[in-house]
């Protein structure tokens, strides 16, 4: 829905209003124009309802009033005697179109004075929910959302496991485009795994004022382009998804509007020059590391290396153990002399399952293995005397990589070497040809809602062809720092403006071992109550908290004996 249809949807929501209540404002005193004026009208059905004018600004934030509008129905037929439970239920499962009932079929009287207070401890119970889930939503849309880091693709900057608050209000609150959606919860409805909302009708895009916008290096949070997932990490038919409820991803800000950006051998380069990282970014690459001596796992392990492959070879295996291995997840397969090896991960074979399957065996310790390594990581790799070289693998320029954007045969492109392109930005105008619409069709058509057609050499946009484009919002390019190991917008392209959802800016708390199920969690204590952004290394306020909790508890003990004694 545009501006003028949602317009002309509000005069309709006020017409059934003043059909439905005009009796009801006469016989509460009131005129009977008043319940026909939009805005001024809430501020007086408040009035006749006994509550707070401010109530009026909740019915008009999209969610927030889906809640409110059931509560306001209740307490219009309370204020007129209606107090009965089936009342209630009946004016709820009617979406309010009891009242119509109320206003034209029965002759009640309007209760000036009415308690507002819960008559029974069940209905205090509710009163109390529904305005902690108000209060609750108002904060989780429009100011601080909670999010968890599900995947390594920005490993070791933000981790699996790393629970984060994300501000709304730096780049300023987008406000919610699905106008029907149950509260507190994205696009999936916890344990029954159902769609969380309608995807019609849908409001204009809009966003309050923030007090800045993405910068280069700023870790973001987004609605993901190119989600069609109808549910994570299962396999199912793809859906489309309103922007508000595309899935949440974060990554790092690597350019911005009017850019010109490329990678040159897995470096990112903005405006021809380097990019300077922040000194928190722990950027990590995949480096081949080389040692005659053979590479331990012990090694990479003391330097907290990722994503290498660990290989066993057993004295023998039993078609048990064998079983049992891949049941575990591991693989087993045969090199010459059909010799059984085991491969793992980097975590390997733990003592329990070894014990446990009784198995016999010795870790190969090879002279060449590919490790995910931060710089940090290398150099401290590079101390020791036994490993002769350690090099950063990069697939050379021309190469074609997989999935790599534009997806385009021409552009031989790979996530190390990839570029340059142009970042759009609101109001530029770019040539528009064969050779440019790869790049730019999928702004054009999906995110500025143009028809385009490739006829032999020519480019339409809305049946006319088009040599150029002005572009109608800003876009962005993000990367996760876990370069090797991200999919980001080499893969799907630009981030939108409206696509921009929040900063995260605290973890407050953080877990290893996140995917390994509840029972493996172990607390990262250097990484609870610390803040994302900054310079120099991450510092944790969570003792500070812990010392100002028990000062409290300390002073509320003192005051409350105080009291009692007085």
Not at 380 to 407: C, H, R, W
Not at 543 to 550: A, C, D, P, S, T
Request: overall charge positive.
């Amino acid at each position: 829905m545009n501006g003028t249809q949602w317009i002309l949807f509000i005069l309709i929501i006020q017409v059934i209003h003043f059909l439905g209540t005009w009796k009801l404002y006469v016989k509460a005193g009131r005129k009977a124009w008043e319940a026909a004026i939009p805005i001024y009208n809430a501020i007086v059905l408040m009035q006749l309802i006994n509550r707070p004018k401010w109530w009026v600004v909740l019915l008009f934030i999209p969610i927030i009033n889906l809640l409110m509008f059931p509560v306001v129905w209740v307490e219009t037929i309370r204020s007129f005697g209606k107090n009965k439970l089936w009342d209630t239920w009946l004016v709820i499962l009617t979406l309010g179109f009891y009242i119509y009932y109320i206003n034209y079929a029965e002759d009640v009287n309007y209760i000036e004075d009415r308690s507002l207070k819960p008559k029974t401890g069940l209905g205090e119970w509710v009163s109390s929910i529904v305005f902690a889930v108000v209060a609750a939503t108002l904060v989780h849309t429009y100011f601080i959302q909670p999010y968890v880091i599900p995947t390594g693709s920005l490993e070791r900057t933000l981790r699996v496991g790393d629970f984060l608050f994300v501000s709304k209000f730096h780049f300023g609150a987008r406000t919610p485009m699905t106008a029907i959606a149950a509260p507190m919860v994205h696009d999936t409805i916890p344990l029954i795994k159902k769609r969380s909302y309608l995807n019609k009708p849908q409001i204009p895009y809009f966003r309050l004022p923030g007090f800045e916008t993405p910068k280069k290096n700023d870790i973001v949070v987004f609605s993901w382009p190119a989600d069609t997932v109808k549910q994570f990490f299962v396999k199912d038919k793809g859906v489309k998804k309103p922007i508000d409820k595309k899935s949440n991803y974060v990554k790092r800000c690597v350019g911005t509007p009017g850019d010109s950006l490329a990678v040159i051998d897995g470096f990112v380069h903005v405006n021809g020059k380097k990019l300077k990282l922040s000194d928190r970014a722990k950027v990590m690459n995949n480096y081949t590391i080389y040692s005659q001596k053979g590479v331990s796992s012990r090694l990479l392990a003391e330097v907290g290396a990722d994503d290498y492959s660990r290989k066993y070879i057993p004295a023998s295996i039993t078609q048990n153990q064998l079983n049992l291995l891949r049941q575990n997840g591991f693989q087993v397969g045969v090199e010459g002399d059909n010799k059984p090896v085991i491969f793992t991960d980097e975590k390997g074979l733990s003592p329990e399952v070894i014990r446990q399957l009784r198995l016999s065996l010795k870790e190969e310790t090879p002279r060449q293995r590919i490790a995910n390594m931060t710089d940090d990581m290398v150099a401290e790799l590079k101390k020791n005397q036994n490993i002769d070289s350690i090099v950063m693998e990069v697939i050379p320029k021309g190469t074609a990589g997989y999935n790599v954007f534009p997806q385009n045969p021409y552009y031989k492109w790979n996530v190390d070497n990839f570029g340059p392109i142009y970042i759009p930005e609101e109001g530029a105008t770019v040539e528009i040809n064969t050779r440019t619409i790869p790049f730019y069709k999928k702004i054009i058509r999906d995110y500025e809602h143009n028809e385009v057609k490739v006829t032999g050499n020519k480019v339409f946009i809305n049946g006319k062809e088009a040599s150029s484009y002005t572009f109608k919002q800003d876009y962005y390019w993000m990367m996760g720092d876990n370069r090797d190991h991200s999919e980001d917008s080499r893969a799907w392209g630009y981030v939108a403006e409206d696509h921009i959802v929040g900063k995260p800016v605290f973890i407050w708390m953080s877990f290893d071992n996140f995917d390994e199920g509840i029972s493996n969690w172990k607390f990262r204590w250097d990484r609870i109550f610390t803040t994302v952004g900054g310079s120099g290394e991450p510092r944790s306020y969570f003792k500070y908290f812990i010392l100002l909790l028990i000062g409290w508890f300390v002073f509320d003990f003192f005051r409350k004996r105080k009291k009692s004694k007085a």
